[in-house]
DNA sequence: GATGAATGAGTTTTCATTCAT
DNA sequence: GATGAATGAAAACTCATTCAT
C-alpha cells in the first residue's frame, strides 16, 4: 500500500488510530485491561466514546489490536535482528541486544508482553490469536535453527535439543528484562548482550 | 496447636475455608479474578454468597489469601528442597526437580503464580504483598548463596554474579514449566533436573 | 402483677428482656434505626443473635416495643405530674419541670423521642403505634383541661383554644429541650419552669 | 445567568435534574432515606438507573442535594419575608404567614424538614450541612433581632432573652404545621398569622 | 460521520431472619 | 432453651455498548 495513494481523509484516519491504540496500550500498561473503562480511553485519545466504537467494535477487539500490532512490529525486528551478523553467535547477539532495546525503549509494551506471554492472558476473556503465537513460535524456531546451524557446523556443543536452546535463551533475557522492569537503576538491562549469552554459552562447571 | 485440641466445630469451619480456598483458586486460575464472580464461587463451594463474606471480608481479601496460602507452601518447600543435597550441584537439582514436582501436581497454582511473578499482578487493585515479594526474594537469595559457594569452592566458574545466576536459573525452569503448561503431552517438565540444570552448567561454545 | 408470684425463671426472663431493650435504645439512639444491625444489638446486649429472636419477632417489633415501653412510661409520669399542685399554674409548672427532668436524665430517649414524634417516624416502615399516638393526644388534652379550667375560673384569658394552648406549651418545652441536647452547656434546660411558662402568660406587648 | 444563553442541551439537563430531584423528594418524604431505593428513583423519574448516576455520584450526594436546594430557598424566601413589614409585628406576621404558605403548598419538603431539623437526620450517615445549619441558624438570628429591636423599642417586653423568644415562635409554627400535616381539615395552618403570634403577644394571665 | 447521553445487566456487599445442633 | 452459622434477597453502584442528534 503506498502511502502516495492514501487521500488526505485515509491519513487522517490512520492517524486518529494510532492516537487511539497509543492511549490505551499506555492505559492498560498502567492499570491493567479490567481498571481501564472505555470512557477512560476516549477522554486520553481525546476522542469521543462514539469514535472509539467506529474503529473498534468493542473492548477486547481493540485491546487485541494492540496487541497483534505490537507482536508484528516486534516479530519483524527480531526477525530482522536475527537475520543479520555473520555467525551463530553474531546473530544470538542481535537478538538479545535487539530485545533489549526495543523493550527498553517502549515500556508501556513490556508489560503487556509479560501479561501475555506468562500467562496471565486468561485475564482477559479470550487468549492470544493464533496470528500472535505463531508469531512467537516463529521467532523460536528461527531462534533455534541458529543454534541448529551452530551445532551443524561443531561451533556449538549439543547441550539441549536446540528448541529448548531457543526457549532458554528466550527465557534468560526475559529474566533479566523483569529485572529491569521492576529495579532500573540497581539491575540495566546489559548494554554488551554477552553478560546474557554467555551464562548459556560459557558453562558453569569448571 | 494439635488437631486433637481442635473442637469439631473449628475442624468443621476449617474444611469449609479449606473447600473455598480450592473452589475459588480453580475459578481464578481458569478464568482470572476479574471474570469470576463471588456468586460463581460460592455455588462451586457449594456455599451461599453470605457464608463466603462470612470467612472473607471482600473479594480481594479472598484472592490475596490464596496467593499469601500458595506463596508460603511454596516458599517452605522450595527453602527445605535446596538445603538438602550433600554439594551445591544436588542442591541446585533439588530446587529444579522440587519446583517441577510441587507446580505439576498443582496445575492451578501455576497459572496464578505466572499471573502473578510475571507482572501481571496490576490486573488486581493491589499489587502482591510485601510479604510475598519477600519469599520470592529469599529463594532467589538463598539460590543465589549456593552460586556462591560453589564458585568460592572452584567448583563453579563465575560465568556471572551469584544473584544474576539464580535468576538465569530459576527463569529457565520457569520457561520449562510454560512449555508444559501449553503442551504437556510434547513438552514434558524433564525428570531429570539435568536436563535443564546442563543448559547452564556444560557451556555451549566447544 | 405481684413480684412475688414471678418465679426465677420468670424473673431472669424479664431482666434480659430489659438488657435487650436497653442495648437497643442505646443503639438506635445513637445511630439510627437503619445503622444499626440485630447482630450489634445481641453484641452490645450480650445475647445471642437467636435469643434476641426469641423476645422478639423482628428488628421493627423491637424498635417499636422500645418506643412503646418509653412512650408509657413517659405517658404515666406526665399524667401523674400534671394531676399534682394545688392550682393551674401550678400544674403547668409541674409538667415543664417533669418533661425536662425525665428527658435530661434519659438522654437516649429523648433522640428517639424527636425522632418519632416529629415526623421521621416515617423512617422506620411502619408509623407510630395507634396506642402511642393516643397517649401523647391524652397528653395534650390533659393539658388543653388544664388551661380549659384556667380560663372557665378567669386565671387564664382565652389568648386561643385550650387544646392549641396545650399544643403550644407542649412545643415550647420540646424547643428548649432541642436546644439544650444540641448544647447543653450553652442552653440547659431551665430549672425554674416559669422562664419557659412566662412566654405563654406574660404576653409579649406592652 | 440568563436563560437565553443556556443551549436546547443544557435546558434539557437541567430538566432532568429537576425531574429526578422531584421524584427524589416525592419518595424519600413519602418513605424515608433508607426504605427508597435507586432503582425505584430511577423508575418514578422514567430514567434508567445509570442516567440517575451521571447527576448524582451516590445515594447521598442526591439526599444531600434535596435538602441543600430546599434549605436555601427556604432560608430565601423567609429572610426576604422578615425583611418586609413596617414594624416587628409586621414582620412577625410576614414570618409567620410565609412560613406557613411555603410549607403547606409544598407537603413533600415539610416532611423532611421536620425528620431534618428535629434530630432525625442521625438516621441518614452524614448529619445536616454546615451550611444548613447555618441557615437556619441565621433565620433565628434575624428572627432574634426583631424581637430585640422591639423591646429596645419598648414595644415588646422582654419576657424572655431575645434568642429564645425567636426559638420559641419558630417552634410554634412548626407545631401548628405539624398538626396541620397531621389532620389538614380539622387543624388547618391559620390564615390570619396572629392566631399564633397572640400565644406569644397576648400574655395568658389576667 | 462524530458525538456523548442514556441504558440496564451484572457485580460486590450487607444484614434480617431461620433452624440445626 | 440457647446458640450463632448459614442463608439469599435486596441494595448500591459501574461500565461496555448503543443510537438519536
Redesign the pocket.
Known sequence: MLKKTLSRRER??LR?RRDMLAASLELFSEKGY?????????ERAE?????????F??????YKTIIAEQADRFHEVLTNAMEEGDDEIEKLRNFVRTKGTMFINDVSVVRLYFAETQGASFNIKAGLDKQILENIEQDLQQLARIFESGIEKKRFRKIAEPYYLAVSLNSLTDAFLLLWLEAPERHPYPENPDVILDILCKGLLE
Open positions: 487522517e484516519k486518529q479490567h481498571n481501564v473503562s472505555m470512557q477512560e480511553i476516549a476522542f469521543a466514546l462514539g469514535t472509539l466504537y467506529k474503529f467494535k468493542n473492548k477486547e477487539d481493540l
